[in-house]
């Protein structure tokens, strides 16, 4: 069981995430234009550091990794320094998000034999479970006020993925979408009621929409026929982040809503691909994967400086 876990955790960790973006702008290809310059943080032959996620503060990384064996929960200083791991069993614990405050990470387990969300400390104490359901639960987000965690399930289609909403104590759940498409990694804007997530084409390919909380209505922002995915806010509320595949490489770009421009801000050397990125509360920084693409088993944390 835990073998069988493990492989499809992977194979989501992959392309799960991913996502593909009819007359989307085209990417500005000048990445002077935002990127100062590009440090690695953290990379180690054979092993997977993936998820990324700054503290408020951007003194610390919160990330999972597979070097035990299974999935666990580390955090380090934003140098790489000082690694610490949170979680410590024989289950997977992985598709991690920190509260805005930093005093709690929600984060997704197997250790009841399925793919449930919970909910702990910083450190690790008071481990709570917040969904109990035999249907997949997966990739938690708080919402950037903390009351309110995001997810996706197949609790209500065993085929499909859709997206939900509880209370930040695992009460109050609710259905967000209606559709048979697989919809995930939804993500609350932290100026507005608009939700970012990715939703599956008839190709098999994801997009990125908009959907407004309060009136339901949805705006699709991307079209290209490539493969894009893990689409994240700016601080700012006016920008997303997200990674696209351009001639078989994922690399980062940045989607500025009210200009409706993409500007591709990585460029990484073969065989390496960027994604997963996550922005730093004063928008200058960007942490993210860089992926081995010929290696699946390698991944590391990339630090990005913007103007």
């Known amino acids: ?32 234009k935002h990127v100062v310059n590009v440090v690695k943080i953290l990379e180690k ?3 997977e550091y993936a998820y990324p996620h700054w503290s408020k503060d951007g003194s610390k990384i919160l990330f999972q990794s597979n070097e035990t064996g299974y999935w666990q929960i580390f955090i380090m200083n934003s140098d790489g320094s000082n690694k610490q791991q949170i979680t410590e069993d024989k289950s997977n614990n992985n598709f991690l998000d920190w509260s805005p405050d930093n005093k709690k990470i929600c984060f997704v387990s197997d250790r009841t034999g399925n793919e449930e969300i919970f909910v702990m400390d910083m450190f690790g104490d008071n481990v709570k479970q ?10 938690p987000y708080w919402s950037p006020d903390g009351k ?16 939900y909403v509880m209370d930040e104590n695992g009460s109050n759940k ?37 959907k407004n909380l309060i009136d339901s209505s949805e705006k699709q ?50 065989p390496y691909w960027d994604g997963r990125a996550n922005v730093s509360s004063d928008g200058k920084k960007i942490v993210f994967n860089r992926q081995i693409d010929s ?5 590391g944390i990339y630090m990005m400086y913007l103007k």
């Open 221 to 270: 922002l991307t079209f290209t026929p490539s493969t894009d995915g893990w689409p994240a806010w700016f601080p700012d509320g006016k920008k997303i982040i997200f990674s696209t595949k351009e001639k078989g490489i994922y690399k980062l770009h940045l989607f500025e809503l009210e200009s409706n421009r993409i500007y591709k801000i990585s460029n990484p050397p073969h």
């Open 148 to 163: 309110r965690i995001f997810f996706n399930s197949t609790r209500d289609d065993s085929g499909d993925f859709e997206l």
């Open 174 to 210: 609710k259905r967000i979408t209606y559709t048979d498409d697989n919809e995930t990694c939804a993500r609350l804007s932290p100026v507005s009621n608009e939700l970012v997530f990715l939703r599956n084409n008839a190709k098999g390919l994801d997009e990125i929409f908009l």
């Open 45 to 47: 032959n054979g092993v």
């Open 295 to 299: 290696v699946k088993n390698t991944i």
């Open 130 to 139: 917040l969904t109990s359901n035999p249907a997949r639960d997966i990739h």
């Open 1 to 32: 069981m835990k073998q069988v876990l493990l492989l499809a955790m992977i194979t989501i960790l992959i392309s799960g995430c991913n996502i593909s973006t009819k007359n989307s702008p085209k990417p500005d290809k000048v990445k002077s």
